[in-house]
């Protein structure tokens, strides 16, 4: 917070000198047709001439249009902030409006240039005179919006396949948009094989390149991916003013994106229903499966519960018979977030599911099996570890093999107490090497003759949930290599 206050103190001495962001604009490749305006806000630390050669690519991808581009550059310590964003777009549209050109207008941001632009259309003055929003490694954040993806203008959002930082937010931003009243005002599609930096161009700041995935083609090609989906984007929302060719070629275009969004999101997607959502696929019911070393065919069904942590410490797992050595064990977690104040630089997974099942040895006694040497919580999780890794796409697993942090388990913790627990922190992990990561759980154990009746035979796991597993192989391992 310190640091933020000094950047603002520094961009507010440096403005009343009159030192500002400014606008470099690019006229249009051609003289006629739709005629449609840019205005690009950076990211951090990127000057803003980098996104010179983006725009370029988008103004050649349009060439039937009357296309230009505003860049924004000029930034104090080359970043976008709330004290420069209005005099660097309205230096964009007096240069414009200078040379005759208007037309609608678009604001595209770059990373947390797509955070600020978002900040600026907050004003409704300003929001009233924007067609809609174009969002490069970016999304609609909750913490200005909620979860709501109905925004007031058509809003693109797009992130790399290999994109370190945004990657995470993907899935969260196509749900929410599927949600939304009319989803085709704001699509969300992933663009194949480009990272976050090469949006820009030119040297990537060192921030940026410890939390992004190496790149797998140059800034010239990565460009060409990310202006065919503005291109599209653009005409799909302005049918009316391309011919009937372009826009026939645009909804194929658009059609081929979705169902690749669609394809490379689905095992986040069935991941996200593992922690999230009560029902036949909640990796809770693989758990106690896992430590009974049971199934529904050996006559046990499992029921779980999804409870807020300030309800958790009052539930109790149980076994409820339905006849003769058959019964249904009743359940209960709790999935847990990382603290993301200002939706940006965390995984969107649960960092650990708390996990309350009851203790094998009852389960098994129960249906007349038994007991058997107990499990951890260690072997659920090395599941959830090995189904993620099947669940990766191909091009995923082979990157993590190649470059990942490969993680092991420990034996799990086993707390003396209820509050060890419960307030264990989550999932502990500890860098051994470049190559590997241990991690171990918190757990605890309540005998079948435990003096407090209510609450003997417990087993109560921290879980790795599949879908923090399935970041871990397609981000966290993998980023600043």
């Known amino acids: 917070?310190?640091?933020?206050?000094?950047?603002?103190?520094?961009?507010?001495?440096?403005?009343?000198?009159?030192?500002?962001?400014?606008?470099?604009?690019?006229?249009?490749?051609?003289?006629?047709?739709?005629?449609?305006?840019?205005?690009?806000?950076?990211?951090a630390n990127y000057p803003g001439e980098r996104y010179i050669p983006l725009a370029k690519s988008i103004q050649a991808a349009m060439p039937s249009a009357k296309l230009w581009f505003g860049v924004t550059e000029g930034w104090l310590v080359d970043t976008p902030n709330p004290i420069e964003i209005a005099g660097a777009i309205n230096s964009c549209r007096s240069q414009a409006e200078n040379q005759q050109l208007g037309g609608k207008l678009y604001l595209a941001g770059h990373s947390l240039g797509g955070v600020m632009l978002e900040?600026?259309?907050?004003?409704?003055?300003?929001?009233?005179?924007?067609?809609?929003?174009?969002?490069?490694?970016?999304?609609?954040?909750?913490?200005?919006?909620?979860?709501?993806?109905?925004?007031?203008v058509p809003a693109l959002t797009?992130?790399?396949?290999?994109?370190?930082?945004?990657?995470?937010?993907?899935?969260?931003?196509?749900?929410?948009?599927?949600?939304?009243?009319?989803?085709?005002?704001?699509?969300?599609?992933?663009?194949?094989?480009?990272?976050?930096?090469?949006?820009?161009?030119?040297?990537?700041?060192?921030?940026?390149?410890?939390?992004?995935?190496?790149?797998?083609?140059?800034?010239?090609?990565?460009?060409?991916i990310?202006?065919?989906?503005?291109?599209?984007?653009?005409?799909?929302?302005?049918?009316?003013?391309?011919?009937?060719g372009l826009v026939e070629t645009a909804q194929a275009h658009h059609l081929e994106l979705v169902q690749y969004t669609e394809s490379f999101l689905g095992p986040f997607h069935e991941a996200y229903a593992m922690e999230a959502i009560m029902g036949d696929n909640n990796w809770m019911i693989r758990g106690q499966e896992i430590?009974?070393?049971?199934?529904?065919?050996?006559?046990?069904?499992?029921?779980?519960?999804?409870?807020?942590?300030d309800e958790l410490g009052e539930?109790?797992?149980?076994?409820?018979?339905?006849?003769?050595?058959?019964?249904?064990?009743?359940?209960?977690?709790?999935?847990?977030?990382?603290?993301?104040?200002?939706?940006a630089g965390v995984l969107t997974s649960a960092s650990v599911i708390k996990a309350k099942f009851k203790l094998e040895d009852?389960?098994?006694?129960?249906?007349?099996?038994?007991?058997?040497?107990?499990?951890?919580?260690?072997?659920?999780?090395?599941?959830?570890?090995?189904?993620?890794?099947?669940?990766?796409?191909?091009?995923?697993?082979?990157?993590?093999?190649?470059?990942?942090?490969?993680?092991?388990?420990?034996?799990?913790?086993?707390?003396?107490?209820?509050?060890g627990w419960e307030y264990s922190g989550g999932l502990h992990y500890k860098n051994v090497n470049k190559t590997h990561t241990s991690l171990y759980s918190t757990s605890l154990i309540s005998e079948p003759d435990f003096i407090i009746a209510s609450a003997a035979g417990m087993h109560y796991c921290d879980l790795l949930s599949p879908y923090r597993a399935l970041e871990w192989i397609y981000i966290q391992s993998v980023v600043g290599k």
């Not at 999304?139 to 993806?149: A, K, P, S």
């Not at 653009?234 to 049918?239: G, H, K």
């Not at 003769?324 to 990382?338: I, R």
């Not at 007349?368 to 990766?392: F, G, H, S, T, W």
Request: glycine residues 6%.
């Open 291 to 309: 430590m009974a070393q049971l199934t529904e065919s050996d006559g046990m069904k499992v029921d779980n519960l999804i409870v807020p942590f």
């Open 362 to 419: 009852v389960v098994r006694e129960n249906l007349c099996v038994p007991v058997l040497e107990r499990r951890q919580c260690k072997d659920i999780n090395e599941a959830a570890y090995k189904l993620a890794m099947e669940m990766a796409s191909e091009d995923a697993l082979s990157r993590f093999e190649s470059v990942g942090t490969k993680l092991f388990f420990l034996d799990d913790s086993v707390s003396p107490w209820g509050p």
């Open 226 to 244: 990310y202006s065919d989906i503005v291109s599209t984007f653009l005409i799909m929302q302005n049918q009316d003013m391309f011919d009937a």
């Open 315 to 343: 539930t109790k797992p149980s076994v409820e018979m339905s006849g003769d050595c058959a019964g249904t064990v009743k359940t209960y977690s709790t999935p847990e977030y990382d603290w993301d104040a200002f939706d």
């Open 119 to 152: 900040q600026y259309l907050q004003d409704q003055n300003n929001m009233a005179t924007v067609s809609g929003v174009i969002l490069f490694g970016s999304y609609l954040t909750d913490f200005l919006f909620g979860d709501d993806n109905n925004y007031a």
């Open 1 to 43: 917070m310190y640091r933020i206050l000094v950047i603002l103190s520094f961009i507010l001495y440096n403005a009343s000198f009159g030192l500002a962001a400014t606008c470099e604009l690019l006229t249009p490749l051609g003289s006629e047709g739709a005629e449609i305006g840019i205005i690009m806000i950076p990211g």
């Open 158 to 224: 797009v992130i790399g396949s290999i994109d370190g930082l945004a990657l995470s937010y993907a899935y969260r931003e196509w749900r929410e948009t599927q949600e939304a009243n009319v989803p085709e005002m704001y699509p969300v599609y992933i663009a194949e094989n480009v990272n976050h930096a090469q949006v820009g161009s030119g040297d990537v700041p060192g921030f940026v390149k410890d939390r992004d995935i190496a790149a797998v083609m140059d800034d010239d090609s990565a460009h060409l």
